[in-house]
């Protein structure tokens, strides 16, 4: 069963300066919640009870947002503001522990999630790049899918989308005999980090989200500087490949790149239409927009 996720929030956000300067990426809101909570949520929504966060000194914001604040709530209380209690009680289930350990140097991507190989311990996990939100279009979400899958299986889940191909170059790109269709998995041949355009395997890219088995956390602790001359997630994959099946698995939700300032105002667009209070009047100030 896989009830741990590893969330790598150490990132320096550089895309999404001059705001990131001072507020961690993650926390930017998405119209009324940071961005890190519908990756959590997502992760609770798939069987998560244990959200490991690879962090950094300057992110504390994170840590804290997921942590109770008793003055705070002993002040909503005594106004008795109960609604507004609940909210900031309820942001993450009772079940749900939130962790975190902290990633010294930034040396990449594999690096991060090797710093929580002692919280994982020998338990199969999952990966969430909280950079990227996933809105689900189905009831089961796709994380729900994939670990349904690798319960099966005890194939690694990679999950992918189609990209262009003029942006191959910016993503991990799986090659597959056969593309799966949405909502299903295929066997991988192979993977690579960021390949030159006119060079990818496929257009199906890795979205950054991932069921691993334990045992990668070896691969990873093996593995040299890759692209970027960082430690890449995305080759330890690659090896593990070469000992035992991998499968892509194809999204049939939606993706946000919230660490581009051009995704988040999408991610904002798309989840503030959406939103269960403020929807109707956000589609209709969008109509009034004299564009
Ligand atoms: C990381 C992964 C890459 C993946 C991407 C998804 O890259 O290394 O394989 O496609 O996330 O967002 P990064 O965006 O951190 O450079």
Redesign the pocket.
Known sequence: MIKKAILPVA?LGTRFLPASKAIPKEMVTVVDRPAIEYVVKEAVAAGIEQIILVTHSSKASIENYFDRNFELETSLEQKKKYDLLAEITQIAPSHVSIVSVRQPQPL??GHAVLCAKDIVGQDDFAVL?P??LVKASKAENDLSKMIARFNQTHAAQIMVEAVPENMVD????VDVLTAPVEGESALMRG?V??PAIGTAPSNL????RYVLPAKIMQLLAETPKG??NEI???DAIASLQLLEQVEAYRMQGQTF?C?SKLGYLKAVLHYGVAHPQLGAEFKALIRELKL
């Open positions: 990132g990449g991507l790049l950079d990227v910016q993503y991990g790109i993977i980090e960021k890219s890795v979205v950054g692209a970027g890449q997630l995305t790149d660490g």
